[in-house]
């Protein structure tokens, strides 16, 4: 309706570049304004996602388990809930996803593009973008050869181009990520003390919700072997441990210091990444065979059953992120 201004309306100004809605528009210009089409253009990132986890699921299980394994990632309620939406956290999830890839098969030009999608796909692909940044330094701690400036240069295109666009944004606008007249004003205010301890509490709630509590039992059953010394932690599970800590931590301060940035689609990302490494725990980790057999069924059927958890009265039920 705007010819593609580079400048939305204010109305419609989330404050982020919004390089998903020029794709939308420029499906609808030419495949006509319809639902069909927007849900035509999540396909190719859906199907991104598939063939990027077999790449990953390839390369931290070393070939083993890769469809049970592939199948434990895919049904977790949230995932599934946003691949039947107009969903700009699945493409998000799509360039982390990406980027990982690139990272561990040490691919700087695929980076440097997965980041820059990363950077333009929402305002939290800032927080992915940094979670990559540091589990890329993780991964080359020990290489001598790979010092922080070498690993950074990848990152710096897109820094550079989401700076220019919120420099233009600014002296276009006035204003920067958010204005007082904003739809989504709400979502920056900050909480209280009592609302802090509050998102304590929902942040808790959230990583366990719809089933996700039993993505965790396998994670406790590895760190409670590991502190025994029963399990020797390989190197893939402290990949995987150290990703997920990252994240876990790199959410927080949205999720904990303002009222309304804490719904489970924002952490679709940590749900995957909590999934993986519980796949690997099951199916990669030598476990007692017993154990194992209990815990294929319990993980399985209880993240399933996630679709199921109903709240009564007001508390929120997440409505995109269960089917």
Wanted: proline share 5%; charged share 10%; hydrophobic share 55%.
């Amino acid at each position: 309706d705007h010819h593609f201004s580079l400048v939305l309306p204010t109305e419609l100004d989330a404050g982020y570049p919004p390089a998903l809605g020029y794709l939308l528009a420029l499906v609808w210009k030419i495949a006509g304004k319809s639902l069909f089409s927007a849900h035509l253009l999540m396909l190719p990132f859906t199907l991104g996602i598939i063939w990027l986890t077999r790449n990953l699921v390839d390369y931290f299980f070393n070939g083993r388990n890769v469809v049970a394994a592939m199948l434990l990632v895919f049904i977790d309620t949230t995932f599934l809930s946003q691949t039947i939406l107009f969903s700009t956290d699945l493409v998000m999830l799509f360039f982390m996803l990406l980027a990982l890839h690139a990272v561990i098969r040490r691919k700087k030009i695929l980076l440097a593009l997965a980041i820059t999608g990363l950077l333009f796909s929402h305002m939290r692909g800032l927080q992915v973008a940094l979670t990559i940044g540091i589990f890329d330094l993780f991964l080359n701690s020990g290489n001598r050869n790979r010092n922080p400036v070498r690993i950074a240069l990848p990152y710096l295109p897109a820094l550079v181009l989401f700076g220019t666009w919120m420099i233009f944004h600014y002296y276009s606008t006035g204003w920067i990520l958010h204005h007082p007249g904003s739809p989504w004003m709400g979502c920056y205010e900050t909480v209280d003390a009592k609302g802090f301890l509050r998102n304590i509490i929902i942040y808790a709630w959230r990583l366990t919700d719809l089933g996700k509590l039993f993505l965790w039992i396998p994670v406790f059953t590895a760190i409670f072997f590991i502190i025994k010394g029963k399990l020797k932690s390989d190197t893939t599970l402290k990949q995987l441990f150290f990703l997920l800590a990252v994240m876990l931590l790199v959410n927080a301060p949205t999720m904990l210091f303002y009222k309304m940035l804490n719904s489970h689609r924002y952490l679709l990302p940590f749900y995957y990444m909590l999934a993986m490494l519980s796949a690997y725990i099951i199916f990669a980790v030598p476990l007692a065979g017993r154990l194992r057999k209990i815990l294929i069924p319990l993980v399985f059927l209880g993240l399933t059953s996630g679709n199921f958890w109903v709240y009564p009265g007001k508390i929120a039920n997440g409505w995109d992120a269960t089917l």
